[in-house]
């Protein structure tokens, strides 16, 4: 979701500077533009004194500015955050029965998910990443089936199998998974 989201907030600004730097580019040059555009020769500057003192007297104009600008600061912030915010877990906290607790490393705990799931019939390869917080994980399989795997049967082998190791050995209570299934790409065979 992260990626799709700077992907479009960086291909929309992209696209808005380049349209608005082309156009004032092409004014500058000495380009011909439409009538109704605000520039239109090479003396032009982007706000005459006119224009610069024209709203300040306005009671809406100050309010209205400084909300515009704290919704870009709020939304700047989001983003940045988003940034930071970790994709996979670092560590699992494990009820150790004792009250101390214990912290498996999360890497750990998917490469045993994903070992165990690789090695069912048909799976050509598996990755597993765990999300979530440390005390509820949850568990994202993608497996890459071959072409004679039933898809439904590899399921309800992971599920009875891989993901109900991992959270009886992590001492969850819970672990809610998603599981990708994707099949090999193989040429036809030839008949003769």
Same mark, same amino acid.
């Given at each position: 979701m992260r990626s799709t989201v700077n992907r479009v907030l960086l291909a929309l600004a992209g696209l808005v500077l380049v349209v608005l730097g082309g156009a004032v580019l092409a004014a500058g040059l000495g380009a011909?533009?439409?009538s109704w555009w605000p520039w239109d020769g090479k003396g032009d500057?982007? @706000?005459?004194?006119a224009d610069r003192g024209r709203w300040r007297d306005e009671g809406w104009w100050w309010p209205t500015v400084i909300a515009v600008l704290a919704v870009l600061v709020v939304l700047a912030l989001w983003? &940045? @955050?988003?940034?930071?915010?970790?994709?996979?877990?670092?560590?699992? &906290?494990?009820d150790s029965?004792?009250?101390?607790?214990a912290r498996l490393r999360g890497r750990a705990l998917e490469s045993a998910l994903?070992?165990?799931?690789?090695? &069912?019939?048909?799976?050509?390869?598996?990755?597993?990443? &765990?999300?979530?917080r440390r005390t509820a994980p949850?568990?994202?399989?993608?497996?890459l089936l071959e072409p004679h795997a039933?898809?439904?049967?590899? @399921?309800?082998a992971v599920a009875d199998g891989a993901l109900t190791h991992a959270r009886q050995s992590a001492g969850l209570a819970e672990l809610?998974?998603?599981?990708? @299934?994707?099949?090999?790409?193989?040429?036809?065979?030839r008949v003769s």
């Open positions: 011909s533009v439409p500057v982007l @706000l005459s004194d983003w &940045l @955050l988003a940034q930071l915010r970790r994709g996979r877990l670092a560590e699992v &906290l494990v029965g004792d009250g101390e607790g994903a070992g165990e799931a690789g090695e &069912l019939d048909g799976v050509s390869r598996a990755h597993a990443a &765990l999300t979530g949850r568990a994202r399989v993608r497996l039933a898809p439904l049967g590899t @399921l309800n809610p998974a998603e599981v990708r @299934l994707r099949a090999v790409r193989h040429r036809a065979e």
